[in-house]
Structures are given as structure tokens and as C-alpha cells.
């Protein structure tokens, strides 16, 4: 599949030396600071070498008032495939880019169904054709306490809810992952928790917010396996696992849609799942997350905004509802 470029220059593009550059001085002044504790007492002037450049998060937010691009330092693409979760191919973070190359990703096709004016079974190529794509650098923030920042290719949810037709009854979007066990080994496995297929779900309104994307691609590419190709679905508002990978089915309801973790656990992972630092997981703290890349010399620990920095772009979705209720 082709990944068609809306402009010349992509904003990764314009940002990826900077970020070049702050891995190469991070990497270099961590080799420096390991070398330093090995070879000499004097730590104190390495330590000040490896200081990193104080990072303003909230301005970065600002920068771009639609949200829809965030000046942080982006996730090296190394890390971004290969650190992932992705529990058709297995638990560990290492397991998806190991197994998804046994995906079949080509042909592929999405079945639109429920409240919808034109129902059925289209290939990936219907789908896309009428599509322009566009670049979104967004914050991920699992729900494990780990995020990034990831230049992804997509076009908002939206423009193909439109152009299907939301039907007047529908209330929720609900989306299905393939389930393929011969493909996917995570499906074979006896001890899962999850019960297949992956299925997540949206308020219509929240699938309707223009933040939120069908993603194709990262960094310029077509997406990677283990990121969810051919086709998955963004929401950077709500923690990771609300963005459901490898899409094959989307239903408009009615009715608000079962989602995958909130059956797994249901006390410890609600329908919404906005990201929300005031809200605990019952088992770590919210509060912060882990910036990858890190390390031990640099944890790169950073404050979580509510709704994952997103607030002044989605909080009014919220107006009125209890967060701490319908976490
Ligand atoms: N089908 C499916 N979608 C999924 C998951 C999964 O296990 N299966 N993991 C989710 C979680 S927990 C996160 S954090 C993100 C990770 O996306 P990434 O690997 O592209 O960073 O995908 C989400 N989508
Ligand atoms: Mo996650």
C-alpha cells in the first residue's frame, strides 16, 4: 500500500533533527557519564554535562491549538516499533515486532455495519481511496504508566463515519480486531486474559472529535505489523489500549459496546478511560509516566496532564460527567 503525501515536507520531517539532535547529545553524554563513573571520581562535571535541556510539556500543548501537533522531542522509530503492546502476538514488549510479520495483511478489508446508511464488506482500498492522509504528532499514554510521542500518517475517524452515513440511532462506535489464531499466536495461548477477538468502543461524539484518527502509517511509512497494520484506530486522549489495532470491523450502536480491557477487569478499566493523573489505576499511580526513550541515567519520569494534555481540545466532551465514576 501506498501512503500518499499530503505535502512535501511532513512535520516529522521539520522536527526529526531536532530530535536527531537531542538523541545524539543524550546518547553521547550518557556514553560519556558511564565512562566517567568507570574511569574517574569525578562525576559531578559529567553529571552536569548530561543534564538534559528542561523540557516545557504544557507549551509544547500550546504550541499547537488544534492539538493536532506537539513540538516534544518524538519517539526515536526504533522504539516506537519495537516496544509495543499487542497481545494477539504475545505479552512482552519485545513479542509483537517478533511474531506480527506472520500477519497477512494484504488483501484486507473492513465490514461497516449497524447504524449506518451504507453498510458492508469494503476492501482497505475502498476504504482509503477518497481519503486524504495527514500527519498527527501525538502523546501515547499507556495505561501501564509509559508514554511516547509518535508521528503517525491517518485521516480523522470522522470523514469516514460521515461518508458512510451515521445512521440517526447511533449512539457509540464499536471496533473488532481480526482474530486469526494461525496468525496471531497470542490467540492460540491457554493463558490469555483477553477474549478474542480485541473489540474496543467510542462515544460518538468522542469517534467524531477531530483528534481522533484512522492511522495508516508512522513516521512518514506504512504502518508497521506490530503497530497495527493495516489499519488502526487513535484516540490520544485515553489511555493506549483504547486504540485498537488492525481494524476489521466497525459498528455504529446504540447501545454503549463491550471493550476488551473493561471485561478483563472491569474495576480496574472503565468504558472511558481518559487519561486522568487524579485517578489511580487500583494497583500504580497515574500521577506520572515514563518518557521513552529513558533509561537509567535519564528515567525521563514527567508529569500526565488530564485527558493526556489534550484538555482544552476534549474536556467539554466531558461537562458535567463524574471522572473518578466513569473512569
Ligand atoms: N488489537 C489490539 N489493539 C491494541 C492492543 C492489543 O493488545 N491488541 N494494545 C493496546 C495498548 S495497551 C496500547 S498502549 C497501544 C500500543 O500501541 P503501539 O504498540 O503502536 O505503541 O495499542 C493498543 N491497541
Ligand atoms: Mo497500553
Known amino acids: 500500500m501506498l501512503i500518499k503525501q499530503v505535502a512535501d515536507i ?4 521539520i522536527t526529526s533533527e531536532s530530535s536527531y539532535l ?7 553524554a550518557a556514553g560519556a557519564m558511564a565512562m566517567g563513573s568507570l574511569l574517574s571520581p569525578a562525576i559531578s562535571s559529567a553529571s552536569e554535562v548530561i543534564e538534559p535541556p528542561p523540557l516545557d510539556y504544557l507549551a509544547a500543548t500550546k504550541a499547537s491549538p488544534s492539538g493536532f501537533y506537539t513540538s516534544e522531542v518524538q519517539t526515536p522509530y526504533r522504539d516506537v516499533t519495537g ?7 504475545g505479552t512482552d514488549k519485545t513479542d509483537p515486532e517478533k511474531y506480527a510479520s506472520k500477519l497477512v495483511t494484504d488483501p484486507w478489508s473492513v465490514s461497516i455495519e449497524g447504524e449506518v446508511d451504507k453498510p458492508g464488506t469494503y476492501t482497505l482500498e475502498d476504504i482509503l481511496k477518497p481519503h ?17 510521542v509518535v508521528p503517525w500518517i491517518g485521516f480523522p475517524l470522522a470523514d469516514l463515519l460521515k461518508r458512510f452515513g451515521v445512521g440517526s440511532k447511533a449512539k457509540y ?21 483477553i477474549d478474542w477477538p480485541y473489540v474496543e468502543g467510542l462515544r460518538l461524539d468522542e469517534a467524531m472529535h477531530p483528534l481522533t484518527i484512522l492511522a495508516v502509517g508512522v513516521y512518514g511509512k506504512t504502518m508497521p505489523k506490530q503497530n497495527g497494520a493495516p ?3 487513535i484516540v490520544p486522549w485515553k489511555y493506549g489500549f483504547k ?4 481494524i476489521v470491523k466497525i459498528r455504529l450502536t ?23 493523573p487524579a485517578v489511580s489505576h487500583p494497583r500504580w499511580s497515574q500521577a506520572t509516566e515514563r518518557r521513552l526513550p529513558n533509561s537509567l541515567f535519564k528515567p525521563n519520569r514527567i508529569e500526565t496532564l488530564p485527558f493526556n494534555g489534550y484538555a482544552e481540545q476534549v474536556a467539554s466532551l466531558y461537562t458535567g460527567l463524574n471522572l473518578k465514576r466513569h473512569f
Open 132 to 148: 486524504d492522509l495527514e500527519e498527527r504528532i501525538y502523546r501515547l499514554r499507556c495505561v501501564e504508566a509509559w508514554s511516547m
Open 231 to 233: 489499519i488502526r484506530l
Open 243 to 246: 486504540s485498537i489495532k488492525s
Open 10 to 13: 511532513l512535520p516529522s520531517e
Open 83 to 89: 516496544y509495543n503492546n499487542f497481545y494477539e502476538f
Open 22 to 28: 537531542n538523541r545524539r547529545q543524550f546518547m553521547g
Open 254 to 276: 446504540e447501545r454503549k459496546p463491550a471493550t476488551s480491557w473493561n471485561k478483563t477487569a472491569p474495576s480496574e478499566y472503565g468504558f472511558y478511560s481518559n487519561v486522568n
Open 173 to 193: 462506535v464499536a471496533f473488532e480486531t481480526l482474530y486469526r489464531p494461525d496468525e496471531m499466536r497470542g490467540q492460540r495461548s491457554r493463558f490469555g486474559t
